[in-house]
């Protein structure tokens, strides 16, 4: 496996490799501190980032090399030049690219055309980072054995929903994504290639429209921003409404599992996708699942880098 463009690249014993090795890093962040002594890894992002941003570039740091970070309006490619040439330019003065950008199909043609790593730090469709980060709090929340165990995304069908699927698919759990039906669910087709993950795994892919009975007994609540870098402003009031049920209330968590835990890949909008007191509340973890983005994506750039990852 050369890169990460999508989720759904990682096989489970990538993802179990990935998490051994952030898990070393986050009890001795210079663990590996001359991995990438002398080089540069290259942080190219067309939409705003703080943890990712932040994530990776300290994640290059601690492995002795170079974060460049390149802002969207900053390479020709802006003005004109193609994928494929930037995509080589890059390759000759970097160990590593990560992308964070709008069309999935861009960050595609970088990884076809690079002879280094690509990672994808999110797009419109996936956002794979954040799920290592988020399996590796679930990880320390629960343990490896996930049995009996639900883990629940609730809102906007969206790029967090896609990854939290396909994830869960991987790691043999039993997923739900509880979204309006129509324009804000999940993509059919991500659905579609979870259940087939799904087979080989023994995960439960499950999709639906009722907020209440998805997280009944759920031991994960997660949530992510009902507007999306990038969505039109003018479907803002329709969305919300949509959207509104199934906000993260007390109420949702209360039916949770006694020892449920509440996820946000953030940024977060209190009174609007989770009430303050929950994610403010006893049963939240953000911090700890943002402290691990650095971690993830350290151990990320250590093993692609080396040529470990097996791939799916
Ligand atoms: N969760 C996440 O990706 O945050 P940023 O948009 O701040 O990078
Ligand atoms: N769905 C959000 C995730 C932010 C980390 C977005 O794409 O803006």
Redesign the pocket.
């Known amino acids: 496996m050369k890169d990460l463009l999508r989720t759904q690249d990682l096989s489970r014993a990538d993802v179990d490799l990935l998490l051994d090795t952030a898990g070393e890093f986050s009890e001795n962040p210079l663990r590996s501190a001359t991995a990438l002594a002398n080089k540069s890894v290259a942080i190219y992002m067309t939409k705003?980032?703080?943890?990712?941003?932040l994530a990776s570039e300290t994640a290059v740091a601690h492995l002795g090399g170079t974060p460049i970070f390149i802002r969207g309006d900053e390479l020709q490619l802006g003005r004109g030049e193609t994928i494929s040439d930037t995509a080589r330019i890059i390759s000759g003065f970097c160990e590593a690219l990560i992308i964070r950008t709008f069309a999935q199909s861009d960050v595609d043609e970088l990884g076809v055309n690079s002879s280094i790593p690509v990672i994808n730090a999110?797009t419109d469709d996936d956002?794979p980072t954040?799920l290592l980060a988020d399996w590796l709090t679930i990880r320390e929340n629960f343990g490896k054995d996930i049995s009996g165990r639900k883990f629940v995304y609730l809102g906007d069908g969206n790029n967090m929903s896609h990854a939290w699927l396909t994830m869960g698919a991987i790691m043999g759990a039993h997923v739900v994504a509880a979204t309006p039906s129509g324009a804000w669910a999940p993509d059919a087709k991500v659905v579609e290639k979870a259940k087939e993950i799904a087979k080989k795994t023994g995960a439960t892919i499950e999709v639906t429209n009722d907020p209440e009975a998805a997280s009944k007994d759920a031991s994960v609540l997660y949530t992510d921003v009902w507007m999306s870098m990038g969505d039109p402003e003018s479907e803002r009031a329709e969305k919300i409404k949509a959207l509104s049920p199934f906000a993260v209330t007390e109420n949702l968590m209360s039916i949770t599992a006694a020892d449920s835990i509440f996820m946000h890949?953030?940024?977060a909008h209190r009174g609007e996708e989770v009430s303050a007191s929950v994610i403010d509340g006893p049963k939240s973890v953000i911090w700890r699942e943002?402290y691990h983005?650095r971690t993830t994506i350290q151990a990320l750039l250590y093993h692609l880098t080396r040529g470990e990852l097996s791939g799916n």
């Open positions: 705003p980032s703080t943890r990712t941003r999110l956002h954040q890949c953030l940024p943002a983005r």
